[in-house]
């Protein structure tokens, strides 16, 4: 494979992984679901979790995502 094959596999599946996992994480966080957001205080925290949360789910699907490249068999030149 070339680079740039690499870099389409990645890309091409990456938010595959990302949007489910990313949704999946936050949807059974209490925190941010019942957030009532009663002040300037709780929005700061909220987007502070969101940030936390996006950030961790992206490195995530970037090692599931390498991982499944990795793993994936590869032709053999005749």
């Given at each position: 494979?070339?680079?740039?094959?690499r870099?389409?596999?990645?890309?091409?599946?990456?938010?595959?992984?990302?949007?489910?996992?990313?949704?999946?994480?936050?949807?059974?966080?209490?925190?941010?679901?019942?957030?009532?957001?009663?002040?300037?205080?709780?929005?700061?925290?909220?987007?502070?979790?969101?940030?936390?949360?996006?950030?961790?789910?992206?490195?995530?699907?970037?090692?599931?995502?390498?991982?499944?490249?990795?793993?994936?068999?590869?032709?053999?030149?005749?």
């Open positions: 494979m070339f680079q740039s094959d870099a389409s596999f990645f890309w091409k599946r990456y938010f595959y992984v990302f949007f489910p996992l990313f949704i999946f994480g936050v949807s059974h966080e209490s925190y941010l679901i019942d957030n009532s957001l009663a002040s300037l205080e709780d929005i700061g925290e909220l987007v502070f979790f969101l940030c936390l949360y996006l950030f961790n789910f992206a490195v995530l699907s970037a090692l599931v995502t390498n991982l499944w490249w990795f793993f994936l068999p590869t032709k053999q030149a005749h």
